[in-house]
């Protein structure tokens, strides 16, 4: 019995780590942009300095952050920033990256040159 439990208890160790390790935010590379969930579009915002947003609040609606899980940990060009409202957000090369709530199907890139401040991310 205390060996099927010790068995158990590494599995889930291994399970627990491997989950943790983890880092590499669910986004992909597609006809040269960066996409995230379902294939819609990511993009930059020039107003953002390195490492923190500057869209929030309302812009935060138009433009809803690439969010990460609070465990999300750092790998590559890929960061972490923590916005001002605590939560985490996925960053590419130092820039915050976010959807559009305008694009409507994978592949839709309408914020790209929106306002000559919004640019879809390149990898």
């Given at each position: 019995?205390?060996?099927?439990?010790?068995?158990?208890?590494?599995?889930?160790?291994?399970?627990?780590?491997?989950?943790?390790?983890?880092?590499?935010?669910?986004?992909?590379?597609?006809?040269?942009?960066?996409?995230?969930?379902?294939?819609?579009?990511?993009?930059?915002?020039?107003?953002?300095?390195?490492?923190?947003?500057?869209?929030?609040?309302?812009?935060?609606?138009?433009?809803?952050p690439f969010m990460a899980p609070a465990s999300a940990k750092a790998e590559g060009d890929w960061s972490v920033v923590t916005r001002d409202d605590g939560s985490k957000q996925w960053a590419v090369k130092g820039k915050p990256?976010?959807?559009?709530?305008?694009?409507?199907?994978?592949?839709?890139?309408?914020?790209?040159?929106?306002?000559?401040?919004?640019?879809?991310?390149?990898?």
């Open positions: 019995m205390v060996r099927t439990f010790s068995f158990s208890a590494l599995g889930l160790a291994a399970v627990l780590v491997a989950g943790t390790a983890f880092a590499a935010p669910p986004a992909k590379t597609s006809n040269g942009v960066l996409v995230g969930e379902k294939g819609m579009t990511l993009y930059t915002f020039d107003k953002d300095s390195a490492g923190k947003s500057a869209c929030n609040g309302p812009c935060a609606t138009n433009w809803p990256l976010y959807y559009w709530t305008k694009d409507k199907a994978a592949g839709d890139k309408t914020g790209d040159g929106f306002n000559n401040v919004w640019h879809a991310a390149k990898p």
